[in-house]
Nanobody, 119 residues
Framework: QVQLVESGGGLVQAGGSLTLSCAAS????????MGWYRQAPGKQRELVATVTSVGSTNYADSVKGRFTISRDNAKNTVYLQMNSLKPEDTAIYYC?????????????WGQGTQVTVSS
């Protein structure tokens, strides 16, 4: 079994910053791509950013230049540094990981953390 624990969400004013983290623990051999997704009320879940095991990153156009994804492989943790936050960034943020286990590779989602940006 694998557990993903997210932290770092909260309420912030427009223009402010937050850093999210997601730590994986449990039966882990290695971790491939790690990523952040978000879902705003009434909208579909969307990709925010991903980072591969060798550090290659990908961002949604809406967050390029404002958000930075990174990972600490020793800690099985992925981070999302969010700067210059806008009200439209308000959403529940979920981390997703592709974890290699002895039984194969499986996808895991975190429980979600609320980010609210006030204008």
């Amino acid at each position: 079994q694998v557990q993903l624990v997210e932290s770092g969400g909260g309420l912030v004013q427009a223009g402010g910053s937050l850093t999210l983290s997601c730590a994986a623990s449990g039966s882990i051999f290695s971790i491939n791509t790690m990523g952040w997704y978000r879902q705003a009320p009434g909208k579909q879940r969307e990709l925010v950013a991903t980072v591969t095991s060798v550090g290659s990153t990908n961002y949604a156009d809406s967050v390029k230049g404002r958000f930075t994804i990174s990972r600490d492989n020793a800690k099985n943790t992925v981070y999302l540094q969010m700067n210059s936050l806008k009200p439209e960034d308000t959403a529940i943020y979920y981390c997703k990981t592709n974890i290699v286990q002895t039984s194969g590779t499986r996808q895991y989602w975190g429980q979600g953390t609320q980010v609210t940006v006030s204008s």
